[in-house]
């Protein structure tokens, strides 16, 4: 029980910064969409009006941040400053490739698609935090386990406060 207890504690340590920059759009997104509006050759829309340029920029901050403070907790400055930005950045980009890939089985902008919505934003803050640090397999399971669950409570608890438009 208590090594279950540690685990869940070390995975969300480390994803915090993922989080945040998933997060953050939700309340500081909105304006100009990332695809400027366009469609891909099938003419649907590249990304879709739900992934804006400020919620990229804002995410990216929120997940920076958290990344700082992190560093100034444990006293490694530089080592977790780059985690947050690369965590934030892949979190960013594992959701705007989600929006892709939604438009491209069309999708509509909000609609569901379960698994991709909930993890590909962790898979890829993942994948760019590999070259700074790769945590333990048990790490990376907990984080495949807990992720889903706490994604889709906290956009229940989003859209409870009027912040997203649907509850998932
Ligand atoms: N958001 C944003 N910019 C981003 C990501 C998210 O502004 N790069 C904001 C949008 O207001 C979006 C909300 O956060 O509606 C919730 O994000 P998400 O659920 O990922 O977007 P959806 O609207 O569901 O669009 P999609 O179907 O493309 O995922
Ligand atoms: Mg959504």
Same mark, same amino acid.
């Given at each position: 029980m ?6 869940? $504690? ?12 998933n ?5 500081l $997104? ?9 469609? /891909?050759?099938?003419?649907? #829309?590249? /990304?879709?009006?739900g992934? %804006?340029? #400020?919620?990229?920029?804002?995410? !990216?901050? +929120?997940?920076t ?5 992190q $560093?100034? +907790?444990k ?15 892949g +979190? ?5 490739? $989600?929006? /892709?890939?939604?438009r #491209?089985?069309?999708?509509? #902008?909000?609609?569901? +698609? !379960?698994? !991709?919505?909930?993890l ?7 994948? !760019?935090?590999?070259?700074? %640090? ?9 984080l495949?386990?807990i992720?889903?669950?706490i994604?889709?409570?906290?956009n ?13």
């Amino acid at each position: 029980m208590n090594e279950v207890i540690e685990l869940i $504690g070390s995975a969300l340590w480390f994803i915090l910064p993922a989080y945040f920059a998933n997060a953050a759009p939700v309340i500081l $997104g909105g304006g100009p969409p990332l695809d400027g509006g366009r469609n /891909f050759t099938d003419g649907r #829309r590249i /990304f879709g009006d739900g992934k %804006t340029v #400020r919620g990229f920029v804002a995410g !990216l901050a +929120a997940g920076t941040i958290i990344g700082l403070i992190q $560093g100034i +907790a444990k006293s490694q400055l530089s080592h977790y400053l780059a985690l947050g930005f690369l965590l934030a950045l892949g +979190a960013l980009l594992g959701d705007l490739l $989600g929006s /892709f890939i939604k438009r #491209r089985m069309g999708i509509e #902008r909000g609609g569901a +698609a !379960l698994g !991709l919505d909930q993890l590909g934003f962790v898979v890829i803050a993942l994948l !760019l935090a590999s070259p700074i %640090t790769l945590p333990g397999w048990q790490v990376i399971v907990t984080l495949l386990i807990i992720t889903p669950p706490i994604h889709l409570a906290t956009n229940f608890i989003g859209h409870k406060l009027k912040l997203k438009a649907r509850p998932y």
